[in-house]
T-cell receptor, first 116, second 114 residues
């Protein structure tokens, strides 16, 4: 079945540094990828929608200059958390959808980011 | 406004007992409904979905959910739970015209005890 690989699974970084998270579709081409953030005991919140070859669409309240999203190919999207702060510590999950309009969404295993 | 509500944040249950995880939604348009399961430090896995047709949908591991339009609910049930069912369960909705964006409930932590 379709697999989405997200890397790294865990990362600890110092405040002020940047962290890149990769989301890859391993056996299908993903025209659209979604990035979610999950706070403890809360639901997943959609951060942005990434379409291959175009700029990402950010949800209201998400800083596009802080959470840089690149979707340069049909199998890879990256989320870069720039100048990370402790409040950015969270669980980030990507999901990917294939080319067909009816393609199901497949989720990565998530990345636990801890900013110290 | 469109929303998804999971009334129970935690549901403790003994092994082999039945369980129901509640999910309600509000929407003025047609919806597609999903249940996802998340094991610790892992991503979401699709458990089951309702797109159209029969209002009762089943998963391969014994879970089922029934779409009730009049009550705007999509409760998840299992007649006999196992220790391995311990996880967090998320109800999610895509609204017609939503561009495949999922709106999630806040999740229900199912803890199965011996």
């Amino acid at each position: 079945g379709a697999v989405v690989s997200q890397h790294p699974s865990r990362v600890i970084c110092k405040s002020g540094t940047s962290v890149k998270i990769e989301c890859r579709s391993l056996d299908f081409q993903a025209t659209t990828m979604f990035w979610y953030r999950q706070f403890p005991k809360q639901s997943l919140m959609l951060m942005a929608t990434s379409n291959e070859g175009s700029k990402a669409t950010y949800e209201q309240g998400v800083e596009k200059d802080k959470f840089l999203i690149n979707h340069a190919s049909l199998t890879l999207s990256t989320l870069t958390v720039t100048s990370a702060h402790p409040e950015d510590s969270s669980f980030y999950i990507c999901s990917a959808r294939g080319i067909s309009h009816n393609s199901p969404l497949h989720f990565g295993n998530g990345t636990r980011l801890t900013v110290t | 406004a469109q929303s998804v509500t999971q009334l129970d944040s935690q549901v403790p249950v003994f092994e082999e007992a039945p369980v129901e995880l509640r999910c309600n939604y509000s929407s003025s348009v047609s919806v597609y409904l999903f249940w996802y399961v998340q094991y610790p430090n892992q991503g979401l896995q699709l458990l089951l979905k309702y797109l159209s047709g029969s209002t009762l949908v089943e998963s391969i591991n014994g879970f089922e959910a029934e779409f009730n339009k009049s009550q705007t609910s999509f409760h998840l049930r299992k007649p006999s739970v196992h220790i391995s069912d311990t996880a967090e369960y998320f109800c999610a909705v895509t609204f017609t015209g939503g561009g495949n964006k999922l709106t999630f409930g806040t999740g229900t932590q199912l803890k199965v005890e011996l």
